[in-house]
């Protein structure tokens, strides 16, 4: 068991906010604090606002709540990193062998790729109680349900080692991907519940980068574990036998692992806005309201949008990655995988060091539209270069494109998260993970079917100008941050909390602190 004893303070991270920022956002005039040294009434003496209320309720004994971190949270983010990874490497361990589970199952190209679809259409259903859950149930119980179910579609797909059992393979996908809906949107809140200001987006990338790690292992690994054996189906049952029982022990031992890190909350809030939305009385969230501002936020539309473009355009390429280097290059199964896993450890390089970027500068939207730029220009680079006849360009093009391409998505959880504050990370994050399905599902048809009616290049031009709208989109979005600007003492944002019980929003129940600057 990892002990709470450890809780230290935020290195370089004052404990308490400025007094100036307070004077610009208690919700008071300055020098109206109370005599005492909390917050006094608000001038004008009329009802009290949620705002003076969230600002009292931060005081204790005269004192402002100190922000601290907590040792455990490196220990949760590299548990749920690594069951993360599991559960990405499932979803993709089918596709980069395509033609091998073609053979063995005795289906179609287009039933292997639904092994890998069902990820995308089980989770837009089951997003929205998914959050749900995770809003009103919490953290540590949705963090269960995720490795739970994880390793229960792995054991099931243990009993999937015959020829004529293609429908309980496809049952135990459809499992592992019920478990990823529980999975894709606590990166960004394991990073704002768990992280100080300064380092909440490299833990982001880094709980995203385990969910890469698993896809760039699925890559690398099935090639090599399950060798195409068409003329021998014993041996290839036994070789698929060797990764379905090691995922499954794998995922079980991560199980339990996450019932004994895992807790809802560390005992002090990492950041001036984590300990702003502590105060506020559960009775005054509405779920359904939540969802409706998010909705109304016109750039986080836009950042839904372009993110599920991009994200889905990774999904499908990913997908495809193995019918198109096929198609050029025969019997390279193995370097089709080597190749997927180069895009995604690029990848990987990528996320983290947009995550370090982003602590640095916060320059959000800057960042963002520039790695869409770049996406957009190395998939075009790919697409002209995957005919030449040359794996080893393959190979270079194929990384560039994945080190923008999947370096991306983190800062996309990121941003949402700054323009949305104070909704929901899980939220916001779902939706984010929904229109990445939809987009993605959508995407690999179209670009599958043009793969086999045409040719890969054919298929790629039509990600391509999909990235080009999301360009478009990115560059229209207003860049408002937040969350920064709480951390920061500089609030200029209306913060509602809707009760309930309520159909309408009572003055009192909306806090409105606006900057004196």
Known sequence: MVEDGGEEEAEGESGEMPAAALQRCNGFLPGKEAEDGGPAAPAGGGERTAAAEAEAMLWAGGSRVQTRLSRRRLAVLAVFSCYSLVNAFQWIQYSILSNVFAGFYGVSFTEIDWLSMVYMVAYVPLILPGTWLLDARGLRLTALLGAGLNGLGAWLKCASLAPD???????AQAVCAVAQVFILGLPSRIASVWFGPTEVSTACAVAVLGNQLGTAIG?????VLVPNTPNDIDL????????????????????????????EKPKYPPSHSQAV????????????QSIINLFKNIP??????????????????????????VTHY????????????????????????CGLWLDYTKTYKQTTLIVYILSFIGLLVFTFTLDLGHLIVVFVTG????????????????????ITYPESEGTSSGLLNASAQIFGIVFTLVQGKLTTDYSPRAGNLFLC???????????????????HNVNSGIMNLDVKAVPVDSPVEPESTTLKIQSAL
Do not use: C
């Open 277 to 288: 939305l502590q105060t506020m009385p559960p009775e005054d969230y509405s779920y359904k």
């Open 165 to 171: 059992r293609y429908p309980l393979t496809l049952a």
């Open 300 to 325: 986080f539309v836009l950042l839904l949008i372009s993110y599920g473009i991009m994200t889905g355009a990774f999904y499908s390429v990913s997908t495809l990655l193995n019918q198109m280097i």
């Open 465 to 483: 100008a999909w990235i080009f709208v999301g360009i478009i989109l990115t560059a229209l979005i207003k860049s408002d941050l937040r969350r």
């Open 236 to 263: 290839m049952a036994h070789n698929i036998s060797i990764m379905f029982y090691g995922t499954a022990i794998v995922s079980t031992l991560l199980f339990f692992l996450t019932g004994v890190v895992f807790e």
């Open 399 to 418: 990384g560039v494109l994945g080190f923008f391409m999947t370096g991306y998505l983190p800062l996309g959880f990121e941003f949402a998260v700054e």
């Open 219 to 223: 890559f690398l690994l099935p090639p």
């Open 330 to 353: 025969e019997g390279e199964e193995v370097n089709a995988g080597r190749i997927g896993l180069t895009l995604v450890v690029a990848g990987m390089v990528g996320s983290i060091i």
